[in-house]
């Protein structure tokens, strides 16, 4: 395998001479120590005065696998996404595990369809040279819902404007507008939902505008939202 080495061996002369040398901690004793990068043949000239014989040795070299996984993924439920991998090595077999949401765990590239956040660990086994492992993170964000009417009239029933796992992304921003675009509403997180006031005072009925970065480098949200009371 690459970076072990083997002991080469040659008898019945005087003197001895390897080529080439690559790899080799002596080119001119009988039984150098070989550590060569990729398969080599060695010629060794065993020689007893004028006499000499030439004898060719190949050390093969066996590639180490290689994992070679991708960066980390990102997908909003209900996506899929393609673990791009590339083992590499000789010899070898690789799997994925867990299975869970991939269409085939013994594929280089299996595409996967997470429902929550997961990490895929890619094992490559080479029968020459032992196995090498590689993680992905596939990130899976929830899809928000967002609801365009709300009645915060005090009844308990849809007094707040609520968005459906915006819990779920603790940075992201909301805010929310009126018809003159006078900011009503600003919030980092969702942690208490829109009640319909601003500074204290309930607003009227009416439209009103939001705009919603997840913070997670995918395009703002925006729309209306009708406060009815």
Request: proline residues 7%; negative net charge.
């Amino acid at each position: 395998c690459e970076s072990d080495n083997v002991q080469l061996n040659a008898g019945g002369g005087a003197t001895y001479k390897w080529t080439p040398a690559t790899g080799l901690n002596h080119d001119d004793i009988a039984n150098p120590i070989a550590t060569p990068a990729v398969t080599t043949t060695y010629h060794v000239k065993v020689s007893i005065g004028k006499c000499f014989d030439d004898i060719p040795v190949t050390v093969t070299v066996f590639k180490n696998p290689k994992a070679n996984t991708p960066a980390d993924k990102e997908i909003f439920e209900g996506e899929s996404v393609t673990l791009d991998a590339r083992p590499e090595g000789d010899n070898i077999t690789y799997s994925w595990s867990p299975t869970t949401g991939l269409d085939n765990p013994f594929s280089p590239t299996p595409i996967a369809s997470p429902t929550g956040d997961i990490t895929y660990t890619l094992t490559v086994h080479s029968a020459s040279c032992g196995d090498a492992t590689g993680d992905v993170f596939v990130r899976v964000y929830k899809k928000i819902v967002i609801t365009n009417t709300f009645t915060p009239n005090g009844d308990g029933i849809n007094d707040t404007w609520q968005i459906k796992d915006l819990d779920t992304y603790p940075t992201s921003i909301v805010n929310i507008f009126n018809r003159a675009g006078q900011q009503v509403y600003h919030s980092i997180g969702y942690g208490r939902p829109w009640d319909g006031t601003y500074n204290g005072a309930a607003l009227p009925s009416g439209t009103y505008y939001y705009v919603i970065d997840l913070k997670n480098k995918t395009p703002k949200r925006s729309g209306f939202i009708m406060l009815l009371r």
